[in-house]
């Protein structure tokens, strides 16, 4: 009985009910999303949307199971540390961006530079100067020539001209 009371006299009270607490705690991370800049990654911005319904779940727990029993304040937050996190870990990876394939709007390039057989040169490719280097090793590439863009590995381009695919 002793132990009970200690128990009784440790934990902290509240005037308002602690599912309100939670309540309002879920509505004010849910609405900081929204004041993220657009310059945090996808995958982080919705964390704080995330942290703020489990803690409307766990307002939602309380407020039902409170009728019965009383439950500490220190497992309120483990309930609700453990829900946002199980939560974030089955959630987060649906906003990861996926990489995208190296397929290009527009394959089509202008050489800037001469490229010479088996060295690099410079082609402009979506408006922008980027090195190139043709296809075939032994095949020197004139200057303005349109140039038919294969891949990219890294930085450089891998070209070939356009006569050799329009004949």
């Not at 483990?78 to 987060?92: E, F, K």
């Not at 649906?94 to 290009?104: E, V």
């Not at 089509?108 to 922008?128: D, Y």
């Amino acid at each position: 009985m002793l132990t009970i009371q200690i128990l009784l006299a440790t934990q902290t009270v509240s005037p308002l009910h602690p599912a309100i607490i939670w309540v309002v705690v879920g509505v004010i991370l849910g609405s900081s999303e929204l004041l993220l800049p657009k310059t945090v990654p996808k995958a982080f911005k919705f964390m704080p949307l995330i942290m703020g319904i489990c803690a409307l779940i766990v307002a939602f727990l309380l407020w039902r199971s409170n009728v019965f029993y009383r439950i500490p304040h220190s497992l309120q937050i483990l309930y609700w540390m453990s829900l946002s996190g199980a939560c974030t870990l089955w959630i987060r990876p649906l906003f990861r961006q996926k990489k995208t394939s190296s397929l290009f709007e527009t394959t089509e390039a202008i050489t800037l530079t001469e490229i010479p057989a088996g060295e690099m040169g410079r082609v402009r490719f979506e408006g922008n100067s980027w090195s190139a280097s043709c296809e075939n090793r032994r095949q020197a590439i004139p200057v303005h020539t349109k140039v038919y863009v294969l891949r990219r590995e890294g930085n450089t381009l891998i070209v070939v001209p356009n006569h050799l695919l329009d004949a």
